[in-house]
């Protein structure tokens, strides 16, 4: 087998030169503006030995891949109780959609699709000011990444907050039923400002290791979490990161992944390594087209696929 160095490369030249790039997110006019010929992939293990190709070092939007991190520090917070308000299966609907909610009492299928993060967010902003809750979940990312320039992208937040009516609408919806307990603004302004955090794919390949390495962030040399709760977690985003695209992903990729709008996905070798792609053209499900392309690639000439 070609060592990772040559294979990173080698895919990032090759979805350099690609014509199908799919589309850029528009809903959010801000990501409106990012250039689609962008590519990015860091493959990083446990010794920190990372494999880099294209740009590798370009922040860029994060948007739902933060509800990985959010979801682990809610569970830190409330543990298993989280589960009263938030379910565990898979949504076959898309990230924003409404339909479901109705039909069950306001409970959002799982903590990615859009509601469910919303409701995460609520519980971490709990007793806390917007403020500090999102201080709390900005230093979160920071150590994980090792990196204490990490920031949030006020002008993404912003363009958000503007246009996110159907995030209100979802969050006022929940809030009827009693699954929301913050303020929804409150909720709502954390909830846009931890999707507009700046990363790139090195920091956030580097901040999902301890997901990867059962708990345990090797570069950190802190436990994290558990390994049972990084084998959970590992599992939500395996079924669940990357909405009713979850199962195709799971077929042609085979690993934990989370998609965000901004166009990357975190994806999770466990044992191996943390990966982060970035190619900010999406598919029809809202998921990084190249970026699925890329990881499909990795992952047969790595043999890393969890099945
Ligand atoms: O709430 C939203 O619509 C965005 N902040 C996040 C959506 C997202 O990233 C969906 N992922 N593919």
Redesign the pocket.
């Known amino acids: 087998m070609p060592d990772l160095d040559t294979i990173v490369r080698d895919i990032a030249e090759e979805m350099r030169a690609r014509p199908d790039r799919g589309e850029v997110a528009r809903?959010?006019p801000e990501l409106a503006g990012v250039d689609p010929q962008a590519f990015g992939l860091v493959v990083i293990d446990g010794d920190g030995r990372a494999a880099v190709g294209g740009d590798a070092d370009i922040p860029f939007s994060i948007?739902?891949?933060s509800k990985v991190f959010t979801l682990t520090l809610a569970l830190g917070m409330v543990g298993d109780r989280l589960w009263r308000r938030v379910g565990r299966e898979p949504s076959g609907s898309p990230?924003?959609s409404i339909v479901q909610l109705e039909r069950e009492n306001g409970i959002p299928r799982n903590p990615f699709i859009?509601a469910g993060?919303i409701a995460v967010t609520d519980v971490i902003l709990s007793g806390h000011q917007p403020r500090e809750a999102l201080g709390e979940i900005l230093r979160f990312m920071q150590f994980l990444a090792q990196d204490n320039g990490i920031a949030i992208d006020e002008k993404v937040a912003a363009s958000?907050k503007r246009t996110?009516f159907?995030?209100a609408a979802l969050a006022n919806y929940m809030r009827s039923f009693g699954v929301i307990e913050n303020p929804v603004d409150y909720t709502l302004g954390v909830?846009?400002h931890h999707?507009?955090i700046a990363m790139s794919c090195r920091q956030l390949a580097t901040a999902g290791l301890y997901l990867a390495y059962s708990g345990l962030h090797p570069l950190a040399g802190h436990t994290v979490i558990s390994a049972e709760r990084a084998r959970r977690i590992n599992a939500i985003m395996l079924t669940c990161g990357?909405?009713d695209g979850s199962g195709d992903f799971a077929y042609r990729v085979g690993l934990p992944g989370k998609?965000?709008?901004?166009g990357g996905i975190l994806a999770v070798a466990p044992g191996k390594a943390s990966i982060c792609v970035w190619s900010p053209g999406?598919d029809a499900a809202?998921?990084s087209h190249l970026g699925r392309i890329a990881l499909e690639m990795l992952v047969k000439r790595t043999g890393w696929s969890i099945f």
């Open positions: 809903y959010i948007q739902s891949i990230f924003n859009n993060a958000e996110g159907r995030n909830y846009f999707c507009a990357h909405y998609s965000g709008v901004g999406l809202g998921n």
